[in-house]
């Protein structure tokens, strides 16, 4: 993620309650929209799966940001990216006290490439450190990640 020269950047979500346990979500910089207002909810028995739950969002967050950082590096190394998708998990376990917490996240990247080249091994040892989301949630959820590469040989 690029500062654009400035010492923070406060990305805001105003959550705004639906009904049950569903929550409509805007996004938001410096009052600049983020895109189309979203809904989540508690997933079953709780709530009633009419959006993503929170741990879903919280994997989709880590997803993205290591699939960004990898397509950023991918860029800058001057491979050729046909496509990229990724699975993202979060797996949820009672702790001591019985309560359900984020045990670990699971990512699969898949990215396809023209290749092969010695600067995926590069990409690979450099990206995960450039993802903002990943680099800070480590601090308390382990985050396991996997690059299963489809390499298409450019001949």
Known sequence: MDM????????????THQEKYQFLSEASEAEEKHGAPYLSDEPKP?????????????????GHCLSASLLECLKHAHVDVLSCCADAVAVVRPNAEGKP????????IRPRVKGPSNRLTR??????NSCTVTSSVERGIAVAVKIDWDVVDHT
């Open 4 to 15: 654009n020269g400035r010492s923070e950047r406060r990305f805001a979500v105003k959550i």
């Open 46 to 62: 709780v709530g009633d799966n009419a959006g993503p739950s929170t741990p879903a969002l919280l994997a989709s967050a880590i």
């Open 101 to 108: 917490r984020i045990d670990h996240v699971e990512v699969t």
């Open 123 to 128: 990409c690979e040892d450099l990206y995960k």
